[in-house]
């Protein structure tokens, strides 16, 4: 792909994501900090409940994906706007797509691969559904 | 020029913030008690502060983001770019004004915990 081309496909895709990204990240905000109680109602209980729900991890693995690229994409055009050392930029840019990499695949997996009810914690920690029946 | 100069801190901001946040919610996959322990670090009031920091640099970044996309994509954007502006602070405060209050409350009162 030519510069020209992949800057073109950003611009598109910065605009694109950042629509989406308006209505998951405030429909986001009104479930989680909004709710009665704000951040104090959150808790491991509360956010395995919510991941339970396979509607809940397709939204929150969506919203995990474009808000990290639309974020990673944002910061490179900050770094190579601001960044004229070749060294210096190397590394940051190096930095920036391996931790974008590392919390990608992290996120996917906890919101995927989370036990909403682990054996042998405490029933009061737990969603309620883990002991019901 | 300045919804530009605050369109990029803004999503700077943002950009760290959501580092930290996959990672604090990385932890619901070690046990219940240590996620309740990190989220217990947010629920003071100095991070409750930042929080209306961090949801007002979100929503003038969303509100700014929609103007930029009117102004790239219709041919009287440009136009009316500086109007389109001070609608995105005018909403912005309205917003805020609506946020603030409920957030406050439930920072320095604790919540429902």
Known sequence: MTR???????????????????????????VNVLQDGGVHAIDFAFVAGKLANPLWQWFDVTLLWLALIHGTN???????????RPLLKRILLGGLAVSTVVLIVLGTLVIFTLDPCPAGSPADLLPSFCSAG | M???????????????????????TATLRISPEVYNGV????????MGIG???????????????????????????????????????????????????????????????
């Open chain 2, 51 to 113: 929080e209306a920091g961090l949801v007002g640099a979100i929503v003038f970044h969303a509100l700014n983001g929609l103007r930029i996309i009117l102004v790239d994509a219709t041919s009287w954007g440009t136009r009316h770019q500086k109007k389109m502006f001070y609608i995105v602070l005018v909403l912005w405060a309205i917003l805020m004004a609506g946020f603030l209050p409920r957030h406050l409350i439930n920072v320095f009162t604790g919540g429902a915990e």
């Open chain 1, 4 to 30: 020209g081309k992949f800057e073109r496909l950003g611009w598109i895709f910065m605009r694109v994501s950042g629509f989406f990204l308006i209505a998951l990240i405030f429909t986001h905000l009104i």
């Open chain 2, 2 to 24: 300045w919804s530009w100069v605050l369109h990029r801190i803004t999503g700077i901001a943002i950009y760290f913030f959501l580092l930290v946040h996959v990672l604090d």
């Open chain 2, 39 to 46: 989220l217990g670090a947010y629920k003071t009031p100095i």
């Open chain 1, 74 to 84: 944002g910061m490179r055009v900050v770094i190579e706007d601001y960044v004229y």
